[in-house]
């Protein structure tokens, strides 16, 4: 018995408590826990049935993935749940909470199911790019058919407890936990039912028997939809294997399959970003229990772009907002945006009227600040203009109360001078949401000079409110995302004077993972943006760095980009899909040539080298300097920000899966070739002589 589970008995039904809080994962003591009482209810001469439940807030939520990386200890989870089917009275599941992986393994193992109405299921093992390895990819498609199973397993999602029981998984839906499971336990007892091993069924595999072409099928669709993904193609193999092979060797497959995508690249990275993502909300300074202000009512200034988003933010999550303008027009316009986002979000069937009703009515659009005296938070989202900010923030701290927070969507200007034209600079937060702020997932937070500790806190706590990840960043140019970016983008256009194509640039780094290349996203975000930008270092920009003026020259030509239906591709109207323009790779052969530079064939490994490497230099250099506390933290921003392959576990992952020395040694060539942008970071030299990684301890 011991700590982790224990045995007792109402009447005729035992009962196995699992209880290894918070989430009694399946830990040694729970393996070890739950075989020794199966022994204990095998003996028990007055049990008839034996009923595996948790206590607390969830059944067996999933494998102890602290474990992964050590020697397993006996008996593994394979043999808890041999034990479970060889049991010989009747085993029932009884299901609360969440039983995921190797919890939904656990009670695919025993004789039935019983779950509550709230319960949930799933096999997410994808997420961390390794599949179930307890028999899940055997058991489920013989309970609730292949096809469903492979949608289970390939997507990682869970399914609520009614999906479970139509599709066969869970036997019955119980009200109450303990009473509903005795009664169904009772009524196994009462009907005389067998001990049903789920090994033992095969009917709900004949279908994909007999169309063996449904896997192809299923692998064609995953491919695109999981692109690049190894966990969800190695599971439809393991699946199919349940189909073809004797259980046995179905599950010695899954075995196989498993141990291989267990130490796969992938693997690691997803596991990486799993934790990454954990950590992100600890700062070291910022104890737990730290005092946050309650957020119940915000405003947002500037009803643009990003504003509009903003707000809905606040509205998605319940909470009153009041967007401000300085025209009428222009608040029109706004929520004119807004009103065709949320509309448009109906159509799909993803929102009801009612709910879009709701929260239109919980933005309320003025001209003035006087009704924002009492909003516990305030996100500027104006021009990009520091004297235009300053004159907001000025304005904010004399309408707003004095514990209200001033937050900055600014993306480069300098927050500690924003919030030096208040009386609260320890309330002033950057607050960095990326486009379309509705819709992207990452939250930049950025930590000002003055800015306290209750301000950080809430701002985290906000994140969290609104579903967005909060990553907590330093005061530069550019933050973290944007800073490291700037590299990003530089190096695709010097790409295109040396001879690529932006098609070839592009491909070569969606190839790679990224959703789109960098000139495909230049085009989405608007060239103007950047050549804005580029003007206003002009002055300050060294003479002898390298330049490339084809972003500008496009710029100058009106194409800014998907916006004006052209920039470094052409498009179709009301169309995003990119045309490839002979004009514009007529400009880089012009450019080339104006540059003295001789055209060359560019393989695909240089142009993914070229654009990444710059992100790991200059995030190299932000850690450094402590604008990111982790290395996992700009991962985190890069992929909830910038799209960066999760299954490569972000720019910093990548490094160190490449190999930080091998990277150092080609960031030295690309210096000796092409410049002095390319000065190796002093960190990756460092690291590199010290053979340290920055993500893998
Ligand atoms: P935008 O031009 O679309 O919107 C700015 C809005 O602010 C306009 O509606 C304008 O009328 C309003 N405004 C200007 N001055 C004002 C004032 N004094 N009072 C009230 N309203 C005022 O710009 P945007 O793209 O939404 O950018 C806004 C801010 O967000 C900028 O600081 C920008 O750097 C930052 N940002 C933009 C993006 C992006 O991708 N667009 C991403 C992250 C952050």
Sequence with gaps: MGQFASYSRRGAVGF????????????????????????????????????????????????????????????????????????????????????????????????????????????????????????????LPRVAGVKAALEIITSGDPIPAAKAHALGIVDEVIDEKLDGAAAFAEKVIAEGRPCLRIRDLDDRLADAKSNPGMFDEFRKAVAQSKRGFEAPQHGINAVEAAVNLPFDKGLEREREIFGEALFSTQSFAQRHIFFAERQVTKIPDIPKDQATLPIKSAAVIGAGTMGGGIAMNFANAGIPVVLIDSTQELLDKGLGIIKKNYAGTVAKGKLTQEKMDQRMGLITPALGYDTIKNVDIVVEAVFEEMDIKREVFKKLDAACKPEAILATNTSTLDVNEIASSTSRPEKVIGLHFFSPANVMKLLEIVRAAKTSKETLATALALAKTIKKVGVVVGVCDGFVGNRMVAGYVREAMFLLEEGATPQQVDKALYDFGFPMGPLQMSDLAGLDIGWRIRKRQA???????????????????????????????????????????????????????????????????????????????????????????????????????????????????????????????????????????????????????????????
Aim: charged fraction near 25%; aromatic fraction near 6%.
């Design 16 to 139: 196995i408590t699992v209880d290894n809080p918070p989430v009694n994962a399946l830990s040694i003591g729970v393996r070890k826990g739950i075989v020794e009482c199966l022994t204990e209810a095998a003996a028990d001469a007055e049990a008839k049935a034996v009923v595996l439940i948790c206590a607390g807030r969830t059944f067996i939520a999933g494998a102890d993935i602290t474990e992964f990386n050590r020697p397993l200890e006996e008996p593994d989870l394979n043999a808890v749940i041999a034990a479970l089917e060889d049991c010989p009275k009747p085993v029932i599941a009884a299901i609360h909470g969440t039983a995921l992986g190797g919890g939904l393994e656990t009670a695919l193992g025993c004789h039935y199911r019983c779950a509550a109405p709230s319960a949930q299921v799933g096999l997410p093992e994808v997420k961390l790019g390794i599949i179930p390895g307890a028999g899940g990819t055997q058991r």
């Design 539 to 697: 002055a300050t920009r060294p003479k002898d760095e390298r330049y490339c003026e084809i972003g500008d020259k496009l710029c100058e030509q009106g194409r800014y980009g998907q916006k004006t239906g052209a920039g470094f591709y052409k498009y179709e109207p009301g169309n995003r899909t990119p045309i490839p323009d002979p004009e514009v790779e007529a400009l880089c052969v012009a450019e080339s040539k104006a540059k003295g530079i001789a055209r060359r064939a560019i393989s695909d490994e240089e142009i993914v080298k070229r654009c990444v490497y710059p992100l790991i230099n200059e995030g190299a250099r932000i850690l450094d300097e402590g604008i990111a506390l982790r290395a996992g933290d700009i991962d985190i921003i890069y992929i909830y920000g910038y799209g960066f392959p999760v299954f490569r576990g972000g720019p910093m992952f990548c490094a160190d899966s490449a190999g930080i020395d091998a990277v150092y040694k080609d960031i030295c060539a690309f210096h000796a070739e092409h410049g002095k942008l390319w000065e190796p970071a002093p960190l990756l030299e460092r690291m590199a002589k010290e053979g340290k990684t920055f993500t893998m301890g």
